[in-house]
T-cell receptor, first 116, second 114 residues
């Protein structure tokens, strides 16, 4: 069974600084997808970024980027120039690349607080 | 506006009662999901449905039931057999059956058993 581990339950950083959230996963599969979801205080889950395991290039979305290390099974999220609106729970998630596979496995989350 | 709606936002239930949580989407998505969120445990999959009139158990289906009579609706019933139902419940949907596709989430329902 796949597992996703987020070892940092809580983090805080000053506004405008850069912060990195860690995520490791365990799988015997070679083809899969990884996601970072954000859950702000409103509790509405929002996709931040996703990565295909077969792509070596790290995904980026504006201030958000990932460091995907397939051999180490590591998928960290870097937030640059952090803003107050980045305050949220962040969940790392994993799914096998398989047509019709619907089981998205989530980590336990990291609560990020941006300090003004 | 396209999106996913869940109702009610807060729900209180007495022990021994069944209760149904509503989830509706107007995104024309094929797949729909129910997750349970507890503090410190992330999201866990309860049930999912890929097409109308068909659904599969997730990792924690015991004490729950679902139906999928219409593409846009996927209600979740929390039965009295669920031993610890107090939690935050999230509904999600996804276009098609491709694993890469993003799941879109509703605003959630907070269920409290009194």
């Amino acid at each position: 069974a796949q597992t996703v581990t987020q070892s940092q339950p809580e983090m805080s950083v000053q506004e405008a600084e850069t912060v990195t959230l860690s995520c490791t996963y365990d799988t015997s599969e070679n083809n899969y997808y990884l996601f970072w979801y954000k859950q702000p205080p409103s509790r509405q889950m929002i996709l931040v970024i996703r990565q295909e395991a077969y792509k070596q290039q790290n995904a980026t979305e504006n201030r958000f980027s990932v460091n995907f290390q397939k051999a180490a099974k590591s998928f960290s999220l870097k937030i640059s120039d952090s803003q107050l609106g980045d305050t949220a729970m962040y969940f790392c998630a994993f799914i096998e690349m398989d047509f019709g596979n619907e089981k998205l496995t989530f980590g336990t989350g990291t609560r990020l607080t941006i300090i003004p | 506006d396209g999106g996913i709606t869940q109702s009610p936002k807060y729900l209180f239930r007495k022990e021994g009662q069944n209760v149904t949580l509503s989830c509706e989407q107007n995104l024309n998505h094929d797949a729909m999901y129910w997750y349970r969120q507890d503090p410190g445990q992330g999201l866990r999959l309860i049930y999912y449905s890929q097409i109308v009139n068909d659904f599969q158990k997730g990792d924690i289906a015991e004490g729950y039931s679902v139906s999928r009579e219409k593409k846009e609706s996927f209600p979740l019933t929390v039965t009295s057999a669920q031993k610890n139902p107090t939690a935050f419940y999230l509904c999600a949907s996804k276009p098609g059956l491709i694993s890469y596709n993003e799941q879109f989430f509703g605003p959630g329902t907070r269920l409290t058993v009194l």
